[in-house]
Nanobody
Framework: VQLQAYGGGRVQAGGSLRLSCVVS????????LAWFRQAPGKAREFVAA????????AYADSVKGRFTISRDNARNTVTLQMNSLNPEDTSVYYC??????????????????WGQGTQVTVSS
């Protein structure tokens, strides 16, 4: 499984950005796809996750109501729509994949596949 993330950039507080992650090398309905982020000097933290076949969605409390994770099966893409951005959202964002959905989806240790990061910068 290979993951290619893109879509980061710079935006003012209150603005929106859309991140995408292209999944290649095959998918299955039970895959877990997730977004994590890491700010300078901080640990990588969970943002959102979904089950590729549907039926499971999860968000960190800090982004609930502002971010939406979705998938496009035809394009093998997972998208993170980020609205109402604030400076605390500034981070490098990573997409990650796991072969099977897990209830421990918040843990970086559960994911064996990672894309390269994409920088998101929110100015005040």
């Amino acid at each position: 499984v290979q993951l290619q993330a893109y879509g980061g950039g710079r935006v003012q507080a209150g603005g929106s950005l859309r991140l995408s992650c292209v999944v290649s090398g095959g998918t299955s309905s039970d895959y877990a796809l997730a977004w994590f982020r890491q700010a300078p000097g901080k640990a990588r933290e969970f943002v959102a996750a979904l089950r590729w076949g549907g039926g499971r969605y999860a968000y960190a409390d800090s982004v609930k109501g502002r971010f939406t994770i979705s998938r496009d099966n035809a394009r093998n893409t997972v998208t993170l729509q980020m609205n109402s951005l604030n400076p605390e959202d500034t981070s490098v964002y990573y997409c990650a994949a796991r072969i099977r959905w897990t209830t421990n989806y918040r843990s970086t240790n559960e994911y064996g596949y990672w894309g390269q990061g994409t920088q998101v910068t929110v100015s005040s």
